[in-house]
């Protein structure tokens, strides 16, 4: 067969390829349609269950933040903080008070509520009803501890007798004593899905098919039977199921009938949301499109056994022509030139982009060596963009600290304090964010650090000291921005804070160097000291080969996600070279000294 069609003419062999390309595209538009029709159900679908499923967990979210805001008024009520701070014997009149302000609770804010419970650390629990504790061993929330946020638990039916075998949510809120923000207890509030079953409903624009939603465990949350609440899917009729990946489309077999399945995450809640739809329900308009596709074929394929000859007939002869004079060039007559014909269709400018190929051979030859130099200016230029990604790379570790004191001085401190944390942190923010310059003085560098070191002082007031010395004329230094706050705030993490605070760190600036007349041979050392726990051998050893992997490599093979230190290292290398950058000397138990290299350029 293979030889029979090498030896066939061109004209014959272009029939027989156009006749199979013909072909094989109007198969493949065949599948492709059905592909395409496919898709577009799965999509329309999933398109609509992604915009109901974004409505409902908006509303789920915003239905149990404003029943978790609902009890602030609750848990800090005198009486209720009374209960989970005094640890004594309450008489049935105190009992009957507590009891009291939990029913006015549910009176005023949700008449879903089917329980509350009332339980501090050393496990006493008062209820609305009175519930006995050895109905509630059962219960997910009795013996789990006590947590610093609010829990959810998915839909269950509940042992107790008042409610027993009633499906609920329960919401678990943390109780923090007013006087010392100690976790004092947790509020424990069982509701019915009344509510919730009202906006699902009101939510869906699109009543066909079936909605469920499961928990992270595969219970039942929601569902219009309400006999699955709180079931494990396998326990229901949905356990042939095969729940793959969130945030796709699958073509199942549910109940014996070929249906669309779809499954989204609820983030906030963990939840899955499934969507099940009769797909002959949605594949009407895609077998219309597959008879019309048909009839389109067979006529089609009737006129390209006409149309083909003509066509491969006129194709040929400009080929063959052009064949033999590619056969020329390729003995290197670069001389032969195509017979140019004004006009604009296919033939007329491959006969000229024949020519322009042969008159621009030699004149490209010539430019190989450009090109080469340009290969290497986009080297240069890759190095530059690295050392923008890497500087680029702040680490939340500050924001994060910041943030939470702010949040403590608000609550203990004065207003002043208040004013001199927010504007350093916003100088330092300030800082980070301009990268209009990569090198600055090294005056701006003390200046951002000290600014740092503020944030600092006003966390460990009493504990914490820090020793900047640096030698005026140093301070003219350029370098590289964003050098000593990474390590500042590295020391900060692993010496300072945790002895909560106490310690010191010191960064003094020497010149090194045996021509000191001439400052470019001379170099500024940096060393930032600490008296923190160290760093063990081995770790320091793997650190210190880091740095020199990064500058033997020239920091090539340096991934943008690292640490501070590698960072700084990194860009220092980059920028000034492999003699420049980082090294660490430790004593284990004692303290740890930073050494920042930079050539002294003022």
Excluded at 120 to 147: A, C
Excluded at 253 to 263: E, F, H, I, R, T
Excluded at 531 to 559: C, H, M, T, V, Y
């Amino acid at each position: 067969m293979k030889k029979f069609y090498s030896n066939l003419a061109l004209k014959n062999k272009m029939i027989f390829f156009l006749l199979s390309v013909c072909l094989l595209s109007l198969l493949l538009m065949l599948i492709m349609i059905q592909i395409f029709f496919t898709r577009i159900i799965e999509d329309e679908f999933y398109s609509h269950l992604n915009e109901t499923t974004k409505q409902l967990n908006y509303q789920l979210e915003y239905y149990f933040t404003r029943f978790y805001r609902s009890t602030h008024s609750l848990i800090s009520n005198r009486i209720v903080q009374e209960f989970l701070t005094i640890n004594r014997e309450y008489t049935l009149q105190e009992t009957r008070e507590v009891e009291n302000e939990l029913q006015r609770y549910v009176l005023f804010n949700y008449s879903e509520t089917t329980n509350m419970f009332l339980i501090s650390k050393d496990m006493r629990l008062i209820s609305i009803y009175n519930t006995l504790n050895r109905d509630l061993i059962n219960e997910p929330w009795y013996n789990n501890g006590f947590s610093y946020a609010p829990i959810i638990h998915p839909t269950r039916r509940v042992g107790y007798a008042q409610w027993r075998g009633y499906p609920v949510i329960s919401i678990e809120v943390p109780i923090y004593n007013i006087i010392n923000l100690e976790l004092a207890g947790k509020l424990v509030i069982d509701f019915g899905l009344d509510e919730i079953t009202k906006t699902i409903e009101n939510t869906r624009t699109d009543k066909t098919g079936t909605l469920f939603i499961l928990s992270h465990d595969n219970h039942i949350v929601y569902h219009s039977n309400r006999e699955f609440l709180g079931m494990h899917i396998t326990q229901t009729p949905l356990a042939s199921l095969n729940l793959q990946d969130e945030n796709k489309v699958y073509m199942m077999n549910v109940s014996g009938k070929k249906s669309l399945v779809s499954m989204d995450l609820i983030e906030s809640q963990n939840w899955l949301i499934v969507s099940i739809v009769d797909y002959n329900e949605l594949n009407s308009s895609l077998k219309a499109a597959q008879v019309s596709t048909i009839t389109v074929f067979v006529f089609i394929m009737l006129a390209l056994t006409i149309i083909v000859p003509f066509v491969s007939g006129r194709i040929s002869k400009p080929l063959i022509n052009l064949t033999k004079l590619m056969s020329k060039v390729t003995e290197g007559d670069l001389a032969v030139r195509a017979e140019e014909i004004h006009g604009t269709n296919e033939y007329h400018q491959l006969n000229k982009s024949f020519n322009y190929m042969v008159e621009k051979l030699t004149e490209l030859m010539d430019t190989v060596s450009d090109l080469k130099v340009k290969e290497m200016a986009l080297v240069l230029r890759q190095k530059e963009a690295l050392i923008k990604v890497l500087q680029n790379q702040i680490n939340p570790h500050l924001l994060y600290n910041s943030l939470d004191i702010i949040k403590s001085i608000a609550f203990l401190e004065e207003i002043p304090q208040i004013v001199a944390m927010v504007t350093s942190l916003a100088d330092v923010y300030r800082y980070n964010a301009k990268f209009s310059e990569s090198e600055v003085n090294l005056y701006n560098e003390v200046i951002h650090l000290e600014k740092y070191l503020n944030i600092m002082n006003i966390r460990f007031p009493k504990k914490f000291k820090s020793i900047i010395n640096f030698d005026k004329e140093h301070c003219h230094c350029r370098c590289q921005k964003l050098i000593l706050q990474p390590i500042v705030e590295n020391a900060m993490k692993y010496a300072i804070e945790p002895k909560g605070g106490k310690g010191i760190i010191s960064i003094i600036s020497n010149l090194t160097g045996s021509d000191i007349s001439n400052d470019i041979s001379r170099d500024l050392l940096i060393k930032i000291s600490d008296d923190g726990p160290g760093i063990q051998d081995d770790r320091l050893d793997e650190i210190n080969k880091q740095f020199k992997e990064i500058s033997e490599n020239n920091a090539n093979n340096l991934e943008q996600e690292n640490s501070g230190l590698l960072n700084v290292h990194a860009r220092l290398v980059l920028k000034y070279g492999n003699k420049y950058g980082l090294r660490i000397e430790s004593i284990y138990g004692q303290s740890t000294d930073v050494y920042i290299r930079i050539p002294f350029r003022t």
